[in-house]
Nanobody
Framework: QVHLVESGGGSVQAGGSLRLSCAAS????????FGWFRQAPGKEREGVAA???????????YYTDSVKGRFTISQDNAKNTVYLQMNSLKPEDTAMYYC??????????????????WGQGTQVTVSS
């Protein structure tokens, strides 16, 4: 089991910044894939960024094209927390953001059904 709790969402104006946090607990896996996904009303859940925390690929990060150069995913192993720093926010970034975790990612990092563990979500609203 992996318990995930997101925080840090809010409302900002375009060009602003937010940092989302995903605190993980209750697991014994030595490494995990953590993904940040977002879902806007009427749209499918979209993979935003991911990070792998262990093994020879520890710290590998992945981003969808629309956030490259603006968003940064990072980890604090001491706190079992993954962050998503979001800069230069745009109105199209408005969505519910979810943290996900998976110890054995068999497919692509950006595919939601590859992850078994999910947080409750945190809302990000960017106004123009």
């Amino acid at each position: 089991q992996v318990h995930l709790v997101e925080s840090g969402g809010g409302s900002v104006q375009a060009g602003g910044s937010l940092r989302l946090s995903c605190a993980a607990s209750g697991y014994t896996y030595s490494s995990l894939y953590f993904g940040w996904f977002r879902q806007a009303p009427g749209k499918e859940r979209e993979g935003v960024a991911a990070i792998y925390t262990g093994g020879t690929g520890g710290g590998f990060t992945y981003y969808t094209d629309s956030v490259k150069g603006r968003f940064t995913i990072s980890q604090d192993n001491a706190k079992n927390t993954v962050y998503l720093q979001m800069n230069s926010l745009k109105p199209e970034d408005t969505a519910m953001y979810y943290c996900a975790a998976e110890p054995y990612l068999g497919g692509s990092w950006y595919v939601a059904h590859e992850y078994n563990y999910w947080g409750q979500g945190t809302q990000v609203t960017v106004s123009s």
